[in-house]
């Protein structure tokens, strides 16, 4: 996964912006919510590509750099 992808569209957090959450303590979703916006606006499903929530692939990247 490029670092620089969109992960949670609503928001256009990237992979690196979650990344550098992780590094600076994050270690669940709402520690990522904070300092970057990820998974606040309702409109997340009809934004992602994928027609899902971006949460799911948070935690996949919380799961792998936690």
Sequence with gaps: MDQE???C???Q???AQIIEAIHHG???LDDIRQPTSA???SKCKQ????KTCCSADILA???EYV
């Design 5 to 7: 992808q969109t992960i």
């Design 9 to 11: 569209y609503c928001s």
């Design 13 to 15: 957090v990237t992979k």
């Design 26 to 28: 994050a270690k669940t």
């Design 39 to 41: 998974c606040t606006i």
């Design 47 to 50: 934004m992602n590509p994928k």
């Design 61 to 63: 990247i919380l799961n």
